[in-house]
């Protein structure tokens, strides 16, 4: 909540979601703002963990009674976690974490954070691991929109496909029953994505098929060039972006219709 890029900068998000965690900034001007924000997000996604970024500035706030006053109303339904600037003496972080702890009582832990330390990424990990918020699947899917589609050729036969989907390790697309002559485990050669208006050029290899509304739904796997699972190093942190902006952009629509 809040997050304070010198502590929190916004790159941290994309690598959380090709670490398989969905996360989410949720910026504002000011406490009231940020008020109906994460009442919103509470209630349309409970059993999440809200991280409360206390070294932001925000018009308005005060962090103590802003965060206790959202525990007591939606503690029962999601998580707390609070960072702050590990640059306090360290009777003020016994303060600190004595009022959170036992006074407010969150229970999904304090973190502290050091301006452009390279290690507070890592020190966030360690929270999400801690509270175990990884979603079911290990890699996060988003939808695409119907303009979203791939090309790719195997054997020398050219297919072009409707995405139904995307992750930063996987795709899976609808083509026409033509798809059940493509054999499971064959290369994808020339692959081009076509995502949300932004276009890629990358390897896969064919993993799962099955039929979805006579449709052959084919699930791929992106590999770099040595065949093995992954992106080409130049490319992960290019594609797991624009893929959070994706994310992104879903939750920010989402959590405008109240």
Known sequence: MAPNPLFIPDFYFSSFLSRGYECYALKAPDALSLKSKIETAASRFPQSLFIFDTSSELAGISWQSFVQDF??????????????????????????????????GIQGGLIGLEAGSEKNQERLIRILVKNSVGGRRKTVRVACDETSSVSFSVDGRSYRALLADISTSHFSCDIAQVGQMIPVYSKLQNTKLLINGRSFSLDAVLVLRRTVAEQSRLV?????????????EGLEQEFSAWVYTMLSASMGAALAHR
């Open 220 to 232: 791929c796997m992106f590999v770099d060039e040595d065949g093995l699972p992954g992106l080409n």
């Open 71 to 104: 525990q007591q109303r939606c503690g029962k339904h999601v998580l707390l976690s609070l960072a702050y600037a590990k640059s306090w003496e360290e009777s003020e972080k016994k303060k600190l974490k004595s009022f959170y702890t036992d006074v407010v």
